[in-house]
């Protein structure tokens, strides 16, 4: 007879956005035609720059005749776009990493899920507080999180690194030690980034307690502030301690056309064995590789043309960042984020649940935002709003809000 995963069984409902939109329809059925403002959704809305449209119509060409026809992609990726990514993502920033290391994947949110497959079920992991939920989740279903507690809504076996307005949203460093430590900066709910020296500290931390540190830095190419690392391998010996997770949907507009990739530095050693390794016989065995035309696309972005449309793009969202954050600051909301990332991070007002805010600012504003509890316990109390809506939508939800 057959058995399954029991820990899938485990995993508390994800109620979060399926509760927001039964909010909205049954909002929407009470005032039909409401002009409702949605800035809850972490999707980008601007279309594909015309480079990276014209490298996929190029792509698909040349998968049309004989001559040019591409199968199977190596087990990496193309050299092309892993010399694309070791030169501009690395190399500009005085970064050497080798083809060998990139490992190029469908997007940060399968290797972000994935990579537990290359460490122990006895690992301890640590996470912030409020998170990206794949992290957690992930290590539910491997097993790796101990019982659940329902009331804390928090995990035996996890770590959890709260950030909050009392520590300027930058985790601290644990009490106990953790094996496995996921950060993602610029952070995704709260929009905060930590600066090269304290991540320094992270990675000092880590290579003195055998750790590993997971760096997710999907919203690199937000960051606007000088001291903010654009990579975890600007801090000193983070090769030895660090995988780093990229992706394309969030400076490229790809979230539905699909690329990111993983960096291994091959440094990385559990004892003698080398992660990269392990990670390069897993990604061979279980993955077969982003489609040609996608990785095509991808090299765009780092062309010349690529790289200044895709910014006007970034430019276009962190306009409507600042116009979200400006405009609560002038409407007296405690708001960070918004600066380095395209989330704002606001404190709801009157000691507020996140869910209170949330009925009360689509009732009053037809304004949609995420409650921050549904990021994590310590998430209660702050409330989430992107900067990829059209700006004239922004300006107008920030209107309304301010006229509240
Ligand atoms: C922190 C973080 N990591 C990863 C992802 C997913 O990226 P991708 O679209 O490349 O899977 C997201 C998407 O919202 C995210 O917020």
């Given at each position: 007879m057959f058995k399954i995963n029991d820990n899938y069984t485990k995993l508390p409902g994800s109620y979060l956005f399926s509760t927001i939109s039964k909010k909205v329809n049954t909002f929407t059925t009470a005032n039909p035609g409401a002009d409702i403002i949605r800035l809850g959704i972490g999707d980008v809305t601007l279309p594909?720059?015309?480079k990276v449209i014209e490298a996929l119509h190029s792509a698909v060409d040349e998968m049309g005749t004989k001559e040019t026809f591409k199968g199977y992609a190596p087990d990496l990726g193309y050299e092309f776009l892993r010399q694309a990514i070791a030169d501009n993502d690395y190399k500009s920033r005085g970064v050497?990493?080798?083809?060998?290391?990139?490992?190029?994947?469908?997007?940060?949110?399968?290797?972000?899920g994935n990579i537990g497959d290359i460490f122990s079920v006895d690992n301890k992991i640590a996470v912030c507080d409020p998170v990206y939920p794949v992290y957690v989740d992930t290590n539910v279903m491997a097993g790796r999180t101990g019982v659940y507690d329902s009331a804390t809504e928090k995990w035996s076996n996890v770590i959890y690194m709260p950030c909050t307005n009392d520590n300027n949203f930058a985790p601290e460093l644990p009490g106990e030690t953790p094996d496995i430590i996921y950060l993602c900066f610029p952070n995704n709910p709260t929009g905060s980034t930590i600066t090269k020296d304290e991540l320094q500290a992270w990675v000092d931390y880590a290579l003195k307690e055998r750790a590993v540190i997971i760096y997710d830095a999907a919203y690199e190419a937000y960051i606007s502030e000088d001291n903010v690392p654009h990579t975890i391998y600007e801090c000193m010996g983070a090769k030895e301690c660090a995988i780093e997770i990229r992706s394309f949907s969030k400076n490229a507009g790809f979230t539905g056309t699909r690329l990111g990739f993983t960096v291994i530095p091959k440094e990385l050693k559990s004892n003698d064995v080398s992660l990269n390794s392990l990670w390069a016989r897993r990604h061979g065995t279980k993955f077969n590789g982003a489609p040609y035309i996608i990785q095509k696309a991808?090299?765009?972005?780092?062309?010349?043309?690529?790289?200044?449309?895709?910014?006007e793009q970034i430019d276009y969202y962190m306009n409507n960042a600042k116009v979200i954050r400006e405009g609560l600051i002038a409407a007296g909301y405690s708001v960070s984020g918004g600066v380095n990332a395209p989330y704002i991070w606001l404190k709801t007002p009157d000691r507020m649940t996140s869910w209170e805010f949330f009925d009360y600012l689509l009732n009053e504003a037809k304004v949609v935002g995420t409650p921050g509890s549904g990021f994590g316990p310590s998430g209660e109390g702050y409330f989430r709003l992107t900067a990829f809506g059209t700006y004239e939508n922004t300006l107008e939800a920030i209107e309304r809000i301010k006229s509240l």
């Amino acid at each position: 007879m057959f058995k399954i995963n029991d820990n899938y069984t485990k995993l508390p409902g994800s109620y979060l956005f399926s509760t927001i939109s039964k909010k909205v329809n049954t909002f929407t059925t009470a005032n039909p035609g409401a002009d409702i403002i949605r800035l809850g959704i972490g999707d980008v809305t601007l279309p594909l720059a015309p480079k990276v449209i014209e490298a996929l119509h190029s792509a698909v060409d040349e998968m049309g005749t004989k001559e040019t026809f591409k199968g199977y992609a190596p087990d990496l990726g193309y050299e092309f776009l892993r010399q694309a990514i070791a030169d501009n993502d690395y190399k500009s920033r005085g970064v050497d990493i080798a083809l060998d290391e990139i490992f190029i994947s469908d997007g940060a949110k399968s290797d972000s899920g994935n990579i537990g497959d290359i460490f122990s079920v006895d690992n301890k992991i640590a996470v912030c507080d409020p998170v990206y939920p794949v992290y957690v989740d992930t290590n539910v279903m491997a097993g790796r999180t101990g019982v659940y507690d329902s009331a804390t809504e928090k995990w035996s076996n996890v770590i959890y690194m709260p950030c909050t307005n009392d520590n300027n949203f930058a985790p601290e460093l644990p009490g106990e030690t953790p094996d496995i430590i996921y950060l993602c900066f610029p952070n995704n709910p709260t929009g905060s980034t930590i600066t090269k020296d304290e991540l320094q500290a992270w990675v000092d931390y880590a290579l003195k307690e055998r750790a590993v540190i997971i760096y997710d830095a999907a919203y690199e190419a937000y960051i606007s502030e000088d001291n903010v690392p654009h990579t975890i391998y600007e801090c000193m010996g983070a090769k030895e301690c660090a995988i780093e997770i990229r992706s394309f949907s969030k400076n490229a507009g790809f979230t539905g056309t699909r690329l990111g990739f993983t960096v291994i530095p091959k440094e990385l050693k559990s004892n003698d064995v080398s992660l990269n390794s392990l990670w390069a016989r897993r990604h061979g065995t279980k993955f077969n590789g982003a489609p040609y035309i996608i990785q095509k696309a991808g090299a765009a972005v780092y062309t010349e043309e690529g790289r200044k449309q895709t910014q006007e793009q970034i430019d276009y969202y962190m306009n409507n960042a600042k116009v979200i954050r400006e405009g609560l600051i002038a409407a007296g909301y405690s708001v960070s984020g918004g600066v380095n990332a395209p989330y704002i991070w606001l404190k709801t007002p009157d000691r507020m649940t996140s869910w209170e805010f949330f009925d009360y600012l689509l009732n009053e504003a037809k304004v949609v935002g995420t409650p921050g509890s549904g990021f994590g316990p310590s998430g209660e109390g702050y409330f989430r709003l992107t900067a990829f809506g059209t700006y004239e939508n922004t300006l107008e939800a920030i209107e309304r809000i301010k006229s509240l």
